[in-house]
């Protein structure tokens, strides 16, 4: 499932516009907010949806201390703002954690500023003490991946296909016996997106603080899933506000956004949305290969495209390579489906223009200007929001 907002932002992946770019010719902004590392290729579940390829889980390539020192030193040169490394596997826990902990020692002279914050994603299966300790070290803001109730985590089993729930829950007990906060992203699938109410339940009581709900989509090697009926997805979001409303004190990601949206739009700041640019959100392999847009795209290999790949840290410096992101065809086509989206959508201002690899892998094409993403984590929910408005 695609990282479809950085850690922190409060309008997810985008940048404020400077206000003398025309709203029309500039789509992707000119530097990074969110820099997403690929510490491991290795993961020790095999969740029947994901995106990678089993071959490639199933593979341990670690990253290289260098590819670290090179991006530290990107991070260095351009300037004072504050960057958000966001650690996404493969499983990124397989790490040794000797090489994790020597990854992260190139950071800490930008973490001590406050240059830099680390994010882990993780499915917490193998989360202990140890790693705890390592989280308190490095100052780590922690995600988990888990799909609500042992019933809703039918797809998460390791390679021996034997369920994960339990060890993910033995993780999570480790995180709050150690006062680390965490949040949680949650695949719906066909199954549970009927049951909306379980779900929220079980977050409402998870301790998390906040949870994330994505759709479950057709992205990668996974391609042949069925396709959520849209009236599904809607009473989905509507059971969601309708639970908020009541009381509940669960923060949802979507629900945020959406009334953040709305909140600026009635205070005569629907601008800043407006004018947002796109984080480019580079993304780097474990041998320092370097893609843009979503992390997605790592490891693909196209015969229009190419392998997505702009250049290398160990050869060039991250500036170096960003600097000649337009010429990329996939990016140029991004941004055209985006200002595409501009004219076209009446839910561009909230969607912002959909994410990159949901148009590559539904459609094999950049430029198109909606996707099962946008229906069912944008129209829908505004929809849902819509519908009890009006209720």
Same mark, same amino acid.
């Given at each position: 499932?695609?990282?479809?907002?950085?850690?922190?932002?409060? !309008?997810?992946?985008?940048?404020?516009?400077? &206000?003398?770019?025309?709203?029309?010719?500039?789509?992707?902004?000119?530097? $990074?907010?969110?820099?997403?590392?690929?510490?491991?290729?290795?993961?020790?579940?095999?969740?029947?949806?994901?995106?990678?390829?089993?071959?490639? =889980?199933?593979?341990?390539?670690?990253?290289?201390?260098?590819?670290?020192?090179? /991006?530290?030193?990107?991070?260095?040169? *351009?300037?004072?703002?504050?960057?958000?490394?966001?650690?996404?596997?493969?499983?990124?826990?397989?790490?040794?954690?000797? &090489?994790?902990?020597?990854? /992260?020692?190139? $950071?800490?002279?930008?973490?001590?500023?406050?240059?830099?914050?680390?994010?882990?994603?993780?499915?917490?299966? @193998?989360?202990?003490?140890?790693?705890?300790?390592?989280?308190? *070290?490095?100052?780590?803001?922690?995600?988990?991946?888990?799909?609500?109730?042992?019933?809703? +985590?039918?797809?998460?089993?390791?390679?021996?296909? =034997?369920?994960?729930?339990? &060890?993910?829950? =033995?993780?999570?007990?480790?995180? *709050? %016996?150690?006062?680390?906060?965490?949040?949680?992203?949650?695949?719906?699938?066909?199954? !549970?997106?009927?049951?909306?109410?379980?779900?929220?339940?079980?977050?409402? #009581?998870?301790? %998390?603080?906040?949870?994330?709900?994505?759709?479950?989509?057709?992205?990668?090697?996974?391609?042949?899933?069925? !396709?959520?009926?849209?009236?599904?997805?809607? &009473?989905?979001?509507?059971?969601?506000? #309708?639970?908020?409303?009541?009381?509940?004190?669960?923060?949802?990601?979507?629900? #945020? *956004?959406?009334?953040?949206?709305?909140?600026?739009?009635?205070?005569?700041?629907?601008?800043?949305?407006?004018?947002?640019?796109?984080?480019?959100?580079?993304?780097?392999?474990?041998?320092?290969?370097?893609?843009?847009?979503?992390?997605?795209?790592?490891?693909?290999?196209?015969?229009?495209?190419?392998? $997505?790949?702009?250049? +290398?840290?160990?050869?060039?410096? @991250?500036?170096?390579?960003? +600097? =000649?992101?337009?010429?990329?065809?996939?990016?140029?086509?991004?941004?055209?489906?985006?200002?595409?989206?501009?004219?076209?959508?009446?839910?561009?201002? $909230?969607?912002?223009?959909?994410?990159?690899?949901?148009?590559?892998?539904?459609?094999?094409?950049?430029?198109?200007?909606?996707?099962?993403?946008?229906?069912?984590?944008?129209?829908?929910? %505004?929809?849902?929001?819509?519908?009890?408005?009006? %209720?």
């Amino acid at each position: 499932m695609p990282i479809t907002s950085a850690p922190g932002q409060a !309008t997810p992946g985008c940048v404020p516009r400077q &206000r003398d770019q025309s709203t029309e010719d500039v789509v992707l902004a000119p530097r $990074f907010q969110s820099l997403v590392l690929q510490p491991t290729t290795l993961c020790n579940l095999n969740c029947s949806y994901c995106y990678l390829s089993a071959s490639e =889980r199933k593979t341990r390539l670690e990253m290289s201390v260098p590819v670290a020192e090179a /991006l530290a030193a990107g991070i260095t040169e *351009r300037g004072t703002d504050v960057v958000d490394v966001v650690w996404h596997g493969g499983e990124p826990l397989t790490t040794r954690r000797d &090489r994790f902990r020597a990854l /992260l020692e190139p $950071f800490e002279p930008l973490r001590h500023q406050g240059r830099v914050r680390h994010f882990v994603q993780t499915n917490a299966t @193998l989360i202990d003490d140890a790693w705890c300790d390592l989280f308190h *070290r490095y100052g780590f803001r922690v995600g988990v991946s888990i799909d609500g109730p042992e019933a809703a +985590n039918r797809a998460r089993t390791d390679w021996g296909n =034997r369920p994960s729930f339990d &060890r993910v829950m =033995r993780g999570i007990s480790r995180l *709050r %016996a150690h006062d680390i906060a965490f949040s949680a992203i949650c695949v719906v699938t066909e199954q !549970t997106v009927t049951q909306p109410e379980s779900l929220l339940e079980f977050f409402e #009581d998870l301790g %998390a603080t906040s949870v994330g709900f994505n759709i479950e989509e057709l992205e990668g090697a996974n391609d042949d899933r069925q !396709t959520i009926p849209p009236e599904l997805v809607r &009473r989905f979001w509507r059971k969601m506000f #309708d639970r908020l409303d009541a009381g509940s004190p669960l923060r949802v990601r979507e629900a #945020d *956004r959406l009334l953040g949206y709305l909140a600026d739009a009635r205070a005569g700041g629907k601008d800043r949305w407006d004018t947002a640019l796109h984080d480019p959100i580079p993304t780097v392999g474990t041998n320092g290969d370097v893609v843009v847009l979503s992390p997605e795209l790592l490891g693909v290999k196209d015969d229009r495209y190419g392998d $997505f790949v702009l250049g +290398n840290v160990l050869g060039q410096t @991250l500036a170096a390579i960003l +600097n =000649r992101i337009d010429e990329a065809s996939y990016v140029r086509e991004y941004t055209e489906g985006a200002r595409r989206c501009r004219q076209e959508c009446e839910f561009f201002v $909230f969607c912002q223009g959909g994410q990159a690899s949901n148009k590559y892998f539904e459609h094999g094409d950049f430029t198109v200007t909606e996707t099962a993403y946008c229906r069912n984590s944008k129209i829908e929910l %505004a929809r849902a929001l819509g519908e009890k408005m009006g %209720a």
